[in-house]
Nanobody, 121 residues
Framework: QVQLVESGGGLVQPGGSLRLSCAASGSIFRINDMAWYRQAPGKQRELVATITSAGNTNYADSVEARFTISRDNAKNTVYLQMNSLKPDDTAVYYC???????????????WGQGTQVTVSS
């Protein structure tokens, strides 16, 4: 069994910053790509940022230059540093990871439970 647990969400004023964390635990052999998604009320879930096991990153145009995704492979953790937050960034943020387990030896995509980020004055 594998779990992804997010933390770090909350209420922040426009222009402020938050740092989200997502820690993976369980029978982990290897973690491949990791990512953050978000879903705003009444909208579809959208990809925010991705990071490969080698550290290569990609961002949605809407967050480029404001958000930074990073990972600590020793801690099986992915982070999302969010700066210059806007009300449009308000959403539930989910982490996602492609994880190969020890037993059974297979790679599946796992999701965290989500953490609420609200940007409001």
């Amino acid at each position: 069994q594998v779990q992804l647990v997010e933390s770090g969400g909350g209420l922040v004023q426009p222009g402020g910053s938050l740092r989200l964390s997502c820690a993976a635990s369980g029978s982990i052999f290897r973690i491949n790509d990791m990512a953050w998604y978000r879903q705003a009320p009444g909208k579809q879930r959208e990809l925010v940022a991705t990071i490969t096991s080698a550290g290569n990153t990609n961002y949605a145009d809407s967050v480029e230059a404001r958000f930074t995704i990073s990972r600590d492979n020793a801690k099986n953790t992915v982070y999302l540093q969010m700066n210059s937050l806007k009300p449009d960034d308000t959403a539930v943020y989910y982490c996602n990871a492609a994880i190969r387990t020890w037993s059974p030896r297979e790679t599946l995509v796992y999701w965290g439970q989500g953490t609420q980020v609200t940007v409001s004055s």
